[in-house]
């Protein structure tokens, strides 16, 4: 249904479509505003249209000027310019656009959080600081995201082991029974918010060269984990 409140786009190359022109009448009963577009501004479309742009092309890139070609182009390059002062005009920035193209792929890096793809409960390897190195070894390997995160008795991050940690423990030849996790953790890791995108979890990770981030609360109580192909699987990357 047309309304007084409606811009009608009229796309027309000769500006004499039969189909165009028998619903004009209606169209300024309605009270709706034209835009023509045509490649003949003396046209019967150019002249009954409230704003006309001029789509005039010199010769049809058909070799018998005859399909229409160099028109069409020309008719979708006035379009985009008009779709881009729209968007401009009404200030539609990167989130306007995510939340009308969800399933795209700007969409998912602009509406996927960290909640959204991390681990949780026990999907989450965790160890206490005084954990046997073996013992938390054994749950690296169980969480499978190549790392654990070492909490506080009131399950704060204060540190992760990750593989890395594991090697240089090896190439010191530490007799690894006897340390814990405490001894070879990292004491300063990266940590993020489960409310943060998860496109910047990637920016973190790529940043401080890291595969596996802890997710912790606001008081740095650990709530998730993630890794790289959380991320990969979640389609953000």
Not at 126 to 152: F, N
Not at 177 to 201: C, F, H, Q, Y
Request: proline share 5%; glycine share 8%; aromatic share 2%.
């Amino acid at each position: 249904m047309i309304t007084r409140d409606d811009v009608l786009i009229a796309l027309s190359n000769s500006g004499e479509s039969a189909e165009l022109l028998a619903i004009l009448p209606s169209i300024k009963r309605q009270g709706a505003r034209l835009i023509s577009m045509t490649g003949n501004a003396q046209s019967s479309l150019a002249i009954e249209a409230d704003v006309h742009l001029d789509a005039a092309v010199a010769q049809e890139a058909c070799p018998l000027n005859l399909a229409p070609t160099a028109s069409t182009t020309a008719a979708l390059a006035l379009g985009d310019a008009l779709a881009v002062a729209l968007l401009d005009s009404r200030g539609f920035g990167p989130e306007d656009f995510a939340r009308s193209h969800p399933g795209g792929s700007l969409g998912r890096r602009l509406l996927t959080h960290v909640r959204d793809v991390m681990r949780v409960g026990s999907a989450i390897p965790t160890v206490l600081a005084g954990t046997s190195l073996p013992d938390a070894i054994r749950e690296m390997s169980r969480g499978g995201i190549g790392m654990t995160a070492v909490l506080s008795p009131e399950r704060r991050v204060i540190g992760v082991v990750t593989d890395g940690d594991l090697r240089r423990a090896f190439a010191m030849n530490l007799d690894l029974r006897t340390l814990s996790a405490s001894d070879i953790m990292g004491r300063e890791p990266r940590l993020i918010g489960p409310d943060r995108l998860a496109v910047e979890a990637v920016e973190m990770m790529e940043q401080h060269k890291i595969n596996q981030l802890p997710v912790v609360d606001g008081m740095g109580i650990v709530v998730g984990a993630l890794n790289m192909h959380d991320l990969f699987k979640a389609k953000v990357i």
